[in-house]
Each structure stands twice: as structure tokens, then as C-alpha cells.
């Protein structure tokens, strides 16, 4: 009997539910960038397993959204922001953009130095400038994927790229870990609710729920319609929306539950090492990897640092292009990674300053923390507008027959309340 050709296996591959992961997997695996990781790291190093409730919280609520903004994308063809454009002023939307692409470049910066910096530990050099060496590299490299590789097999580099998380997952397997006070964490028994806990909880939802992640996997859905003459806008092939939609259900939430199921063992690694050892404030990721080493021994160390490189390779990209998306759907561009350097101009420009003013930060007197802080203060704040015009363009009539049922609706709205109450709590500690 002939062995399956190696094309009709590939096919299958595609065909079966690995084929159906995507703009939702590298979406989810993109969140758990070196700026989450910080997050997550000082949750567990500050209070231990008692804040691992907060990803049972978030984890039906990033579905919720990340759905809705997919199914935005897939059944109209064009991205959130060209749909925001419908119920908001555009002047409006500008404004709001323009914020993001200044909470994105904060974020790329942030992300470029923990990568320079969790390479110049693992590497042990000792040359001062190493860390910006490696941060310059990183992004020109990162930069270069974008521009010069067509978008499908870009997609396949991304979606190797979120293996790197299980770097975290490993991590678990080399320490000695308390079960039982690992499930009351994660159920919120004894949970801290704290003035101190409430900004860690604050920053935790930030950097979990955030602004470009809406952008990013709406847009690769109309990247997947763009790309493949078998798919069209569900508007256009409604008799493709069964299909269609449930591929993106599975997608989204497999990658929203490896955002989750990432950041927990985050918190749960550092919370075993870190704050059992009493080491309570972390700034960086670099910094939480760093601090693991004496801890946990150096195999640990490794696995953490390694992982804060490879997520940054997945994420950084992700919020450079985010917000080319974003401003070209705005300023009615040709937009897509399927198109050429010279097709779409405008869209690849904007990439391009953000790489470059990303890697300005690096070498600016900027702390890479307060730069993190302040990106995440401007995500907390436009998030809570964003989340509402597009549950607004869900229930418009450019979905037609495809708005979202009551159930998703209600959770898409409660993830804006939910949001609205961080950046309230987050307005409150910048005053007092």
C-alpha cells in the first residue's frame, strides 16, 4: 500500500482543526509580549498565587472581544478601523489612532529593550552597548520579515513563533509547586484586593485586553479573505458562514486560551521562585529573568529568557502592524502584508516609524518601565472608546444577518464595563 504524498498530509493538516489556527492563535500569543510578561512577573512576585483569579476573569471576556473584532473583519471585509469610521466621527477615530500608534511605539520600544536585554544575559556579555546592539538587530530583523516576506508564509513565521511561549510551560516542570494553594489562586479564595493589588490588577487587565489585539486580528481576517480566492466576505457568501465562523470560534479561543493558560504560569513561576524567595518588585522582564537565576537555577533562567525573545519576535511586529492597519484604514490606503513595499507605501511607511521610533526609545534617557507604565495608561484609556464604537459597528448594519447573538453582545459590553472600571481605577491612582 502507497504511503500518503506528502502534499495530500499537508492538505489534511489544513484541512483538520490545526489548519483552522491562525489571526486568533498569534493574535492570543502576541498579548504575552515582554511588556505582559513584566506584568504577570510582578503580579506573582508581589502576591504570590493570590491574583491568578484575574485569568479565569479575563480569559471569557478576550474571547468575547477578540470574536467580535473577527467577525467584523471576516463578514464585511475591511478592518476595524474602516468600520469604526461608520458610527464615529472620523476626526474622532484619527484622534483615537493616533493614540495608539503612540501607546504602540511606547510598547515597541519597552519590548525591543527586554529582547536586547534578556539576549545580553543569556549571552553574558559584558559590553555596555550589547543590549542595544541586540535591540537594533532585533527590529531591523523583525522590520525585514514584514517587508520582504509574503504575507502567507509570514503568517507561518508567526504562528511557529507562539511555541516559544511554551518556554513558560517548561519552566513549571523544573520547580516544586503547591497545588492546592495554586487552585484557591485561581479561584480568588483569599484573593488581595489591596490599594497596592488593585493597580497590579489594574495593569494585568491592561496588558491583557488591549487595543491593538482588536486591530491586528480583525485585520488578518480580511488579510484570509484577500489572500484566498475560495473565501469572501460573509456579507457577499453568507452560504460560507457556518464554516467560516466556527473556524474562527476555534481559533480565537485556542489563542485566547494561550494567552491565559501563559500568564498563569507566569504568575505561578514567579510567584514559587520570586516571592517565596522575597523578592516582591519587578520592573522588567529581563529583570524577572535575571532574578530566577539564583532561585531556580540556570536552566529556568534560560527557558524565561529565551521565551521573553521569542515572544517579543512575534509580538513586536504584531503592534507595528496593528496600528499600520489602523492609520491606513483610516486614511483610506492600500493596506495588507500580501501587498509589496511598493503597493502599499503609505502602510509600510507607518511600520517603519514605528520600528525605528521604537528603537529611539531604546536609546533615549526613557526607563524602559515608566515606558511600559505610560503605554499602558494610554491603552487603559482608549481602549474604553475603542471597545464601544465596535460594539456599535457589531450590531450596524454593515454585518447585516451576522451581528452577534445576545450572549456574545452581552459579554462584549460587560468587557467594556469591566474596562471602563480599570481606567477609572487607573485615573483614580494618577490623582491621589
Known amino acids: 500500500m502507497n504511503e500518503p504524498s506528502e502534499t495530500s498530509l499537508a492538505a489534511r493538516l489544513r484541512s483538520g482543526p ?21 506584568s504577570y512577573s510582578q503580579a506573582g512576585a508581589q502576591f504570590g498565587f ?41 476626526q474622532v477615530v484619527v484622534g483615537l489612532i493616533a493614540l495608539l500608534f503612540a501607546a504602540n511605539v511606547i510598547n515597541i520600544g519597552a519590548d525591543l529593550a527586554a529582547m536586547g536585554e534578556a539576549a545580553e544575559l543569556v549571552l553574558g556579555s559584558r559590553n555596555p552597548w550589547a543590549g542595544h546592539g541586540f535591540t537594533v538587530f532585533f527590529a531591523l530583523f523583525s522590520l525585514t520579515l514584514q517587508v520582504l516576506v509574503p504575507y502567507r508564509r509570514y503568517a507561518r513565521i508567526l504562528t511557529v513563533l507562539t511555541f516559544s511561549l511554551l518556554a513558560y510551560v517548561g519552566v513549571l516542570f523544573l520547580l516544586t509547586l503547591d497545588w492546592a494553594a495554586i487552585g484557591l489562586g485561581l479561584i480568588g479564595v483569599d484573593a488581595a484586593l489591596t490599594p497596592a493589588a488593585a493597580t497590579v490588577i489594574v495593569a494585568v487587565f491592561g496588558t491583557t485586553i488591549s487595543p491593538y489585539l482588536f486591530f491586528w486580528q480583525s485585520a ?31 481559533d480565537t479561543i485556542a489563542g485566547m486560551f494561550v494567552s491565559n493558560a ?62 499600520a492597519y489602523a492609520v ?83 459579554l ?15 485615573i483614580w491612582f494618577l490623582l491621589v
Not at 532561585?295 to 529556568?300: I, Y
Not at 502602510?347 to 526609545?361: K, P, R
Request: net charge negative; charged share 10%; with cysteine.
Open 18 to 38: 490545526l489548519g483552522k489556527l491562525g489571526p486568533g492563535l498569534i493574535t492570543g500569543a502576541a498579548d504575552d509580549d515582554p511588556g505582559g510578561i513584566a
Open 50 to 90: 493570590h491574583l491568578l483569579w484575574t485569568m479565569l476573569l479575563t480569559f471569557p471576556l478576550m474571547v468575547a472581544v477578540q470574536l467580535i473584532s473577527a467577525r467584523i473583519g471576516r463578514v464585511t471585509g475591511a478592518g476595524l478601523a474602516a468600520n469604526m469610521c461608520r458610527v464615529m466621527p472620523r
Open 220 to 250: 488578518q481576517e480580511v488579510e484570509e479573505i484577500d489572500h484566498d480566492d475560495a473565501q469572501h466576505a460573509l456579507r457577499e457568501a453568507p452560504s460560507e458562514a457556518p464554516a467560516a465562523l466556527a473556524g474562527i470560534r476555534l
Open 262 to 323: 501563559i500568564a498563569v504560569a507566569i504568575m505561578i513561576a514567579t510567584a514559587a521562585t520570586l516571592h517565596q524567595a522575597g523578592v516582591t518588585h519587578i520592573d522588567t522582564a529581563a529583570q524577572a529573568a535575571a532574578a530566577l537565576r539564583p532561585v531556580a537555577g540556570d536552566f529556568a533562567f534560560a527557558l524565561f529568557a529565551l521565551g521573553i525573545i521569542g515572544t517579543g519576535l512575534l509580538a513586536v511586529p504584531v503592534l507595528a502592524g496593528s496600528v
Open 328 to 410: 491606513g484604514e483610516t486614511q483610506g490606503w492600500r493596506t495588507g502584508l500580501d501587498n509589496t513595499a511598493s503597493q502599499a507605501r503609505g502602510f509600510y511607511a507607518v511600520i517603519g516609524a514605528a520600528m525605528l521610533l521604537g528603537i529611539g526609545i531604546d536609546f533615549s534617557p526613557i526607563d524602559p518601565f515608566q515606558a511600559l507604565y505610560w503605554s499602558a495608561v494610554l491603552n487603559g484609556l482608549i481602549a474604553v472608546p475603542m471597545m464601544a464604537a465596535m460594539m456599535f459597528v457589531a450590531r450596524h448594519d454593515c454585518m447585516g444577518a451576522f451581528r452577534p447573538g445576545p450572549v456574545l453582545t452581552g
Open 412 to 426: 462584549g459590553w460587560l468587557s467594556t464595563a469591566v474596562m471602563a472600571a480599570a481606567a477609572s481605577a487607573m
